[in-house]
């Protein structure tokens, strides 16, 4: 089959997504692949086929409005995907661009996946939430298919857009991140004189990390050897000053290079994603990669994810106590923190993107007979 994976992000998250999806497909199938002419092509194996578009950046709101508009932009795709002559157009996340190129793009089989059904708290303003809502209603209409990384996801978007779109959407489980392991000189999961507590990812309003913050006191009654690692980019400002005992914390508050992600969640014992509102979580995929078990809220489609008390806990949003319990109760018993990990890894290895491109390949046949 003939796929052209289009990933209008060219760093970050959804380049790593994109990158390990092309590489799995391009063992059974012929993939090109549409990238912005600023991502790191590193990440993709040399049989996968890479074009350029000139596309702004991720939060380039003025030059992502102007590269909308311009229609050399757009008849340069449309060149570009004729001469290719894909079977199947798969737009690997949601963007503003994928409303023009619906339009034109009428005679081939589109894919959609969707992340998030709508932006979670600090993330957008109230015009931002509604487009951000009329770009997945676009994509439900247009695509012949869509992706989601799970069943609460699909769920929210029939409540939200109605139940007519229910057999054009399948779940399919979010793929591991085992190339960070590259960057670690990693074997196998560790026991550390440090128990260290990470927390990983871009600082924004839904991540609850002012919850983590507050169960350190909690957490210092019991764990003598703590160390609660923040590392990730964004304005921390109002965080920093509800730290009390500083020398408990690692605050690394930039962005995360790829080179030093691996050894963040190789010297973790366990992470946590204290959020009060999500969709799903890539940094979980990391997390398991390494055998590392995960605390997380009873938000979206995490729960999925998580065997509650086999790889991690789930526990109730804004609960810094019910955290602390958690992590406590995992600390004080290295049998069970020995078998969590090893579940972690096995639950790793069960999302392989091998795996995951199989599904792929079968959605896309049958989105195929369905147009």
């Known amino acids: 089959m003939r796929i052209f994976l289009i990933s209008w992000y060219g760093s970050g998250g959804l380049l790593h997504y994109t990158s390990q999806l092309a590489n799995a497909l391009n063992l059974n199938n012929e993939v090109i692949t549409l990238l912005p002419n600023h991502a790191n092509v590193d990440y993709f194996s040399k049989e996968v086929k890479i074009r350029f578009l000139p596309i702004p950046r991720g939060y380039d709101y003025l030059g992502t409005f102007l590269t909308i508009i311009n229609p050399y932009f757009h ?4 060149k570009l995907i004729r001469r290719e002559n894909p079977e199947i ?3 690997t996340s949601s963007h503003p661009f994928s409303l023009i190129i619906f339009f034109y793009l009428t005679n081939y089989i589109k894919i959609t996946t969707i992340h998030n059904v709508v932006p979670h708290k600090g993330e957008a303003g109230f015009f931002t939430m509604r487009f951000f809502y009329f770009i997945n209603l676009c994509e439900l ?3 012949n298919g869509v992706i989601v990384h799970g069943n609460r996801i699909k769920t929210r978007i029939l409540e939200l857009f109605g ?15 085992s190339f960070f392991k590259k960057y670690s000189g990693f074997t196998k999961p560790t026991n550390q004189e440090v128990f260290n507590i990470l ?3 871009r600082i924004l309003d839904y991540k609850g990390l002012e919850y983590l913050i507050e169960s350190e006191e909690d957490l210092s009654k019991s764990i003598p050897n703590l160390l609660i690692t923040i590392a990730g980019e964004g304005n921390f400002d109002k965080y920093d000053k509800l730290i009390k005992n500083r020398q408990k914390f690692e605050v690394i508050n930039r962005h995360i290079p790829d080179e030093e992600v691996g050894n963040l969640f190789e010297k973790s014992s366990i992470v946590v994603l204290p959020y009060i509102e999500g969709s799903q979580s890539g940094i979980i995929a990391i997390a398991y990669s390494f055998g590392k078990p995960v605390i997380a809220t009873n938000v ?25 319990e958690r992590i406590i109760q995992i600390y004080s018993n290295e049998s069970l923190r020995d078998k969590m990990s090893k579940r972690a ?27």
């Open 75 to 78: 008849i340069k795709i449309y």
């Open 89 to 91: 157009i798969h737009i």
């Open 141 to 143: 209409y247009f695509s």
């Open 163 to 177: 139940n007519i779109w229910d057999e054009k959407i399948v779940t399919i489980p979010h793929g591991n991140y």
């Open 199 to 201: 927390f990983f990812g």
């Open 300 to 324: 979206g489609s995490i729960p999925e994810i998580i065997e509650d008390g086999k790889t991690g806990y789930i526990i109730p949003i804004k609960d810094s106590k019910k955290l602390a």
């Open 345 to 371: 890894y096995e639950k790793s290895e069960e999302v392989s993107w091998d795996k995951i491109s199989q599904m792929h390949n079968e959605f896309y046949t049958k989105s195929s007979k369905m147009k």
